[in-house]
């Protein structure tokens, strides 16, 4: 399809496993973004890639999130040893990268952390 | 640090009342855009906000970006069912070229 693209949907996790979300752009988006949704809550900005630039980590939460991207292409968001509050939606969107332009979000993954 | 905040939090009308949500941001944006949430959804882009006192329409909807750039509202005339979600605001971050800032959201409910 044309949009953005996540997987899995849903996740259901056991306390201290390591988890992997995947999202893949919009084709010819240089910027990808990741985000995280608490229940009822706006939009908390994790990790930003650009091209080849190095990646804005700066909204990471702790240093169990790790995040990588594949050229333009797919990203996975890492998460190890899951905690309870990781439970969320993590959001991907991607956007042109030319400006302050729209972003484009995918479906998102819902993490459910037992 | 740089924020955007947005209010009201929350927001029930009845059917075919009017509702309005508002946005500041605490430095001057270059540009505001607005994102609808379904209930269960994601966000989906409406619109973009770049000229200082902007208005711009979308048949019930109706944007406006401040004379001073650092603030926006958004009002729905004749709210429909279909209008049930989350609203959200965004500028862009300060040295951030195309990171945005979201605001939290105004959730609005419609009862039929």
């Known amino acids: 399809g044309a949009g953005v693209s996540q997987s899995p949907s849903n996740k259901v996790t056991e306390k201290g496993k390591d988890v992997e979300l995947r999202c893949d752009p919009i084709?010819?988006?240089?910027?990808l973004y990741w985000y995280r949704q608490r229940l009822g809550q706006g939009l908390e900005f994790l990790i930003y890639?650009?091209?080849?630039?190095?990646?804005?980590k700066s909204g990471l939460p702790s240093d169990r999130f790790s995040a990588e991207r594949t050229g333009e292409s797919v990203s996975t968001l890492t998460i190890q040893r899951t905690q309870q509050e990781d439970s969320a939606v993590y959001l991907c969107?991607?956007?042109?990268?030319?400006?302050?332009?729209?972003?484009?979000f995918g479906p998102g993954t819902r993490l459910l952390v037992l | 640090g740089q924020q955007v905040m947005q209010i009201p939090q929350y927001q029930h009308v009845q059917e075919g009342e009017d509702f309005t949500t508002y946005c500041n941001s605490s430095?001057?944006?270059?540009?505001i855009q607005w994102y609808k949430q379904r209930p269960g959804g994601h966000p989906v882009f409406l619109i973009q906000?770049?000229?200082?006192?902007e208005v711009k329409k979308q048949k019930r909807l109706t944007f406006q970006f401040g004379e001073a750039k650092k603030n926006s509202s958004l009002h729905i005339t004749a709210t429909q069912t279909t209008d049930v979600g989350t609203y959200f605001c965004?500028?862009?971050?300060?040295?951030?070229?195309?990171?945005?800032?979201f605001g939290a959201g105004t959730r609005l409910a419609v009862h039929p």
């Open positions: 969107a991607s956007s042109l990268g030319t400006g302050q332009e729209t972003q484009y």
């Open positions: 084709s010819g988006h240089t910027a």
């Open positions: 906000l770049v000229k200082s006192g």
């Open positions: 430095t001057t944006l270059s540009n």
């Open positions: 890639f650009q091209g080849n630039s190095a990646p804005d």
């Open positions: 965004a500028g862009p971050r300060w040295g951030g070229y195309n990171k945005l800032i």
